[in-house]
């Protein structure tokens, strides 16, 4: 098993970060989890979901009616992964353990496992960002590249063509494979799974049964097989493309580095706060209808720097990030929207897929 390091015995940067966004906390005198907009959003995409729910599956439309409804819970289903599970499995979301557990079950609710997302996005993803072999998020699947250190495939020349398609199906991928992938495996990619008690199996096979009864069965009780299975696939692609291009835009865009860790053990010259600016991108920043929707995912940087605060918080600790970054000579990459992110890592795709591979970020190829 190969291993990556950083160098942080001088981590002066992160520290100095540090220093200045407690210091914002402090002087506001506020904390740095959640507040009233993030129990406002709860409130309303929970409510969201639940109302689309009953409408699709007991009041059902006519078709034309209940596709695009299907689309939107979809969508919903989404800005609660973005929003309220995020926040709650980073334990941003309350100061109470209890509410940041239970906010992170919003996941079990649709389908996947708050624990396993733990151990692939909280230990391994925002630790070993953009590193080929250990960040389960560029993990190459045969016909996607990811990375400029992945295998290069004839057809991977079309891959920014055909990814979009792919990605509706990253969900499905996820609920029906990946978890249970890890559960057998206990392991995400080199890194092996720690602290999976008798309470967790439960909570994971419980998780999975209940929402095959509610998200298949139920509807297929009351709509018959048929618009279920239109439904389903609908709602399905939507969470999966909205999920798969959301996380993308902040490190598969042409701006990021990568590093490759599938050879031999790597260390990193520089502290991991500075590999975390130099893996990540920030998105549409002065949008905050995009903040609201995406759960702050557009301040990327922000978030990796600082999973444990609330991402409503993102906004006003942006100008501190900036600001620390130009006194260290750390350049932020940043698009100033998200349309041009989309179209960033489109092209990104494009490169990766004509054989970028020149040393370790792809954007020198
Ligand atoms: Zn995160």
Redesign the pocket.
């Known amino acids: 098993m190969v291993r990556a390091s950083f160098n942080n015995r001088q981590a002066h940067f992160y520290s100095a970060l540090k220093e200045e966004v407690d210091g914002y906390f402090k002087s506001k005198n506020i904390k740095p989890t959640g507040n009233w907009l993030l129990y406002l959003k709860t409130a309303l995409f929970l409510l969201a979901t639940l109302s689309l729910y009953v409408v699709l599956v007991f009041y059902t439309p006519v078709w034309y009616v209940a596709l695009p409804l299907c689309g939107l819970l979809g969508a919903v289903s989404a800005f609660i992964g973005f929003n309220v599970m995020?926040d709650g499995?980073?334990g941003a979301y309350s100061t109470k353990k209890w509410v940041n557990e239970t906010m992170g079950y919003s996941l079990n609710l649709l389908g996947s496992s708050s624990f396993f997302w733990k151990a692939k996005?909280?230990l391994v993803?925002?630790t070993f960002t953009n590193i080929d072999g250990m960040d389960e998020d560029i993990e190459p699947i045969p016909l996607l590249r990811f990375a400029p250190s992945q295998p290069l495939n004839f057809f991977h020349k079309y891959q920014h063509l055909y990814g979009v398609f792919l990605y509706g199906f990253v969900y499905l991928f996820w609920v029906f494979f990946a978890d249970f992938k890890k559960y057998f495996s206990r392991k995400v990619m080199e890194t092996p799974i720690n602290g999976f008690s008798t309470r967790e199996h439960i909570v994971f096979w419980l998780s999975k049964l209940i929402y095959v009864f509610l998200f298949m069965v139920v509807p297929i009780y009351n709509v018959g097989f048929v618009l279920f299975l239109v439904g389903f696939i609908t709602m399905q692609l939507v969470i999966g493309m909205m999920l798969a291009v959301v996380f993308q835009l902040a490190h598969v865009v042409e701006k990021t580095e990568f590093e490759d860790a599938t050879k031999a053990d790597l260390k990193i010259e520089h502290e991991w706060a500075i590999h975390q600016v130099r893996t990540t991108a920030d998105f549409a920043t002065g949008s905050p209808v995009v903040s609201f929707f995406l759960g702050g995912?557009n301040y990327q940087v922000e978030?990796?720097l600082f999973?444990k605060i609330s991402h409503v918080h993102y906004p006003h600790i942006h100008p501190i990030v900036v600001k620390v970054c130009e006194r260290f000579d750390v350049e932020i990459n940043k698009y100033p929207t998200m349309v041009g992110a989309v179209l960033s890592h489109f092209r990104m795709l494009k490169l990766l897929g004509n054989g970028a591979t020149a040393g370790n970020s792809a954007k020198q190829s």
Request: net charge neutral; with cysteine.
């Open positions: 995020h499995c980073h996005h909280n993803h925002h995912l978030h990796h999973p």
